[in-house]
Nanobody, 114 residues
Protein backbone atom coordinates (compact mmCIF):
# COMPACT_ATOMS: atom_id res chain seq x y z
CA UNK A 1 0.00 0.00 0.00
CA UNK A 2 1.26 3.45 -0.90
CA UNK A 3 -0.20 6.79 0.06
CA UNK A 4 1.31 9.75 -1.76
CA UNK A 5 0.41 13.13 -0.26
CA UNK A 6 0.95 16.31 -2.24
CA UNK A 7 -0.18 19.91 -2.43
CA UNK A 8 1.63 21.35 0.56
CA UNK A 9 3.61 24.54 0.45
CA UNK A 10 3.99 28.03 1.81
CA UNK A 11 0.83 30.10 2.13
CA UNK A 12 0.00 33.40 3.76
CA UNK A 13 -2.36 33.60 6.72
CA UNK A 14 -5.93 33.57 5.50
CA UNK A 15 -4.99 31.63 2.42
CA UNK A 16 -6.05 28.23 1.13
CA UNK A 17 -4.44 25.00 0.05
CA UNK A 18 -5.73 21.74 -1.29
CA UNK A 19 -3.93 18.57 -0.30
CA UNK A 20 -4.27 15.36 -2.27
CA UNK A 21 -3.52 11.81 -1.27
CA UNK A 22 -3.16 9.30 -4.06
CA UNK A 23 -3.61 5.73 -2.87
CA UNK A 24 -2.36 2.60 -4.56
CA UNK A 25 -2.24 -1.05 -3.64
CA UNK A 26 -5.69 -1.11 -2.12
CA UNK A 27 -9.34 -0.64 -2.99
CA UNK A 28 -9.90 2.83 -1.64
CA UNK A 29 -13.65 2.39 -1.41
CA UNK A 30 -13.16 -0.33 1.22
CA UNK A 31 -11.26 1.91 3.58
CA UNK A 32 -11.90 4.73 5.99
CA UNK A 33 -9.42 7.51 5.36
CA UNK A 34 -8.07 10.33 7.44
CA UNK A 35 -5.75 13.29 7.57
CA UNK A 36 -3.46 13.96 10.49
CA UNK A 37 -0.80 16.55 11.14
CA UNK A 38 2.29 17.01 13.22
CA UNK A 39 3.64 20.42 14.11
CA UNK A 40 7.26 20.91 15.20
CA UNK A 41 7.74 19.72 18.76
CA UNK A 42 4.21 18.38 19.02
CA UNK A 43 2.58 15.01 18.76
CA UNK A 44 0.72 13.93 15.67
CA UNK A 45 -2.92 14.94 15.88
CA UNK A 46 -6.13 14.06 14.15
CA UNK A 47 -7.46 16.49 11.55
CA UNK A 48 -10.32 14.84 9.68
CA UNK A 49 -11.74 11.51 8.65
CA UNK A 50 -14.15 10.33 5.97
CA UNK A 51 -16.08 7.10 5.72
CA UNK A 52 -15.99 4.67 2.83
CA UNK A 53 -18.72 6.33 0.80
CA UNK A 54 -17.82 9.90 1.64
CA UNK A 55 -21.17 10.51 3.26
CA UNK A 56 -19.83 10.97 6.80
CA UNK A 57 -17.00 13.22 7.83
CA UNK A 58 -15.59 14.17 11.21
CA UNK A 59 -13.27 17.07 11.98
CA UNK A 60 -11.08 18.21 14.81
CA UNK A 61 -12.55 21.24 16.51
CA UNK A 62 -9.53 23.27 15.50
CA UNK A 63 -10.27 22.89 11.79
CA UNK A 64 -14.04 22.57 11.74
CA UNK A 65 -15.70 24.95 9.28
CA UNK A 66 -12.33 25.72 7.68
CA UNK A 67 -11.25 22.36 6.27
CA UNK A 68 -13.15 19.92 4.09
CA UNK A 69 -12.20 16.30 3.53
CA UNK A 70 -13.48 14.53 0.45
CA UNK A 71 -12.70 11.47 -1.61
CA UNK A 72 -12.91 10.26 -5.15
CA UNK A 73 -12.94 6.49 -5.00
CA UNK A 74 -12.78 6.18 -8.78
CA UNK A 75 -9.55 8.16 -8.81
CA UNK A 76 -8.36 6.54 -5.57
CA UNK A 77 -7.65 9.97 -4.13
CA UNK A 78 -8.54 11.70 -0.90
CA UNK A 79 -8.48 15.47 -0.61
CA UNK A 80 -8.20 18.02 2.16
CA UNK A 81 -9.35 21.50 1.22
CA UNK A 82 -7.96 23.94 3.76
CA UNK A 83 -9.11 27.53 4.12
CA UNK A 84 -8.65 30.49 6.45
CA UNK A 85 -5.23 29.13 7.30
CA UNK A 86 -3.37 30.43 10.33
CA UNK A 87 0.21 29.91 11.51
CA UNK A 88 -1.17 27.31 13.95
CA UNK A 89 -1.96 25.14 10.93
CA UNK A 90 1.73 24.86 10.09
CA UNK A 91 2.62 21.18 10.20
CA UNK A 92 3.46 18.12 8.19
CA UNK A 93 0.17 16.69 6.99
CA UNK A 94 -0.25 12.95 6.62
CA UNK A 95 -2.97 10.97 4.99
CA UNK A 96 -3.76 7.58 6.40
CA UNK A 97 -5.90 4.54 6.02
CA UNK A 98 -7.52 4.19 9.43
CA UNK A 99 -9.80 1.22 8.98
CA UNK A 100 -9.85 -1.71 8.63
CA UNK A 101 -6.04 -1.50 8.68
CA UNK A 102 -3.70 1.35 9.39
CA UNK A 103 -1.34 2.71 6.75
CA UNK A 104 0.47 6.04 6.63
CA UNK A 105 1.72 8.20 3.81
CA UNK A 106 4.95 10.16 3.83
CA UNK A 107 3.51 13.59 4.64
CA UNK A 108 3.50 16.97 2.97
CA UNK A 109 4.69 20.19 4.59
CA UNK A 110 2.27 23.06 5.04
CA UNK A 111 3.71 26.34 6.23
CA UNK A 112 1.49 29.31 6.99
CA UNK A 113 3.50 32.47 7.27
CA UNK A 114 3.58 36.04 6.07
Amino acid sequence: VQLQASGGGLVQPGGSLRLSCAASGLALSNNIMGWFRQAPGKEREFVATIDRSGATTVYADSVKDRFTISRDNARTTVFLQMGSLTPDDTAVYYCAVTSPRNYWGQGTQVTVSS
